[in-house]
């Protein structure tokens, strides 16, 4: 049974780093083709895709959002983690993360696997 | 950054009917195109991949198509459990990019 769970902070005032966990079973990222990645929507708005880290440890990022950006992985391959530094209230949102599987023939099943989510309220 | 321009961005439709609706790539994505349905206070759930595949679980009332570069997602009989948000992605280069969604309510 696949299972995801982001963990974060809640609240955290601007300009602070917001540090997000994202632990998982049921899967391993050391699977080949497997990608874990890191997306938030902000109170009834759209989808954002933010970061992404593959089986090999590989790091792909929102150019938007790049340089305030780190995504890693622990050594077990059960747990991914997003920071992002110098927060404001933009950065207020719902935060998931979601695995993709390697792709097959009948194409790449992105995201097929979600967290619960993660509510974080960037105040003063 | 490729834009993915979703329609309508609500819809109010009755039990049964077959309901449409589509995302325009602004560019050629191939079939690099997922849709994902969001109900109310739930993270969202893949239900087409590879813009025609079903994901495992989905009822076969939905299906996935595409025209170039116009993607379209149909429910052909709409059910009551069918409300929410729906949402397509392109995965064919980064930043992966959504649309903007429909809000897909009952008659």
């Known amino acids: 049974q696949v299972t995801l769970k982001e963990s974060g902070p809640g609240m955290l005032q601007p300009s602070k780093t917001l540090s997000l966990t994202c632990s998982f079973s049921?899967?391993?990222?050391?699977?080949?083709?497997?990608?874990v990645s890191w997306i938030r929507q902000p109170s009834g708005k759209s989808l954002e895709w933010l970061a992404a880290i593959d089986w090999d440890g590989d790091k792909y990022y929102n150019p938007s959002l790049k340089s305030r950006l780190t995504v890693s992985k622990d050594t077990s391959n059960t747990q991914v983690f997003l920071k992002i530094t110098s927060v404001d209230t933009a950065d207020t949102a719902t935060y998931y993360c979601?695995?993709?599987?390697?792709?097959?023939?009948?194409?790449?099943?992105?995201?097929?696997?979600w967290g619960q989510g993660v509510m974080v309220t960037v105040s003063s | 950054d490729i834009q993915m321009t979703q329609s309508p961005a609500s819809l109010s439709a009755s039990l049964e009917e077959i309901v449409t609706i589509t995302c325009q790539a602004s560019q050629d994505i191939g079939n690099w195109l997922a849709w994902y349905q969001q109900k109310p206070g739930k993270s969202p759930q893949l239900l087409i991949y590879g813009a025609t595949s079903l994901a495992d679980g989905v009822p076969s009332r939905f299906s996935g198509s595409r025209s170039g570069t116009q993607y379209s997602l149909k429910i052909s009989r709409l059910q009551v459990e069918d409300i929410g948000i729906y949402y397509c992605l392109q995965a064919y280069s980064a930043p992966l990019t959504f649309g903007s969604g429909t809000k897909l309510e009952i008659k």
């Open positions: 049921g899967f391993s990222l050391s699977t080949s083709g497997m990608v």
């Open positions: 979601a695995r993709s599987p390697e792709a097959s023939n009948s194409g790449y099943p992105i995201f097929d696997y």
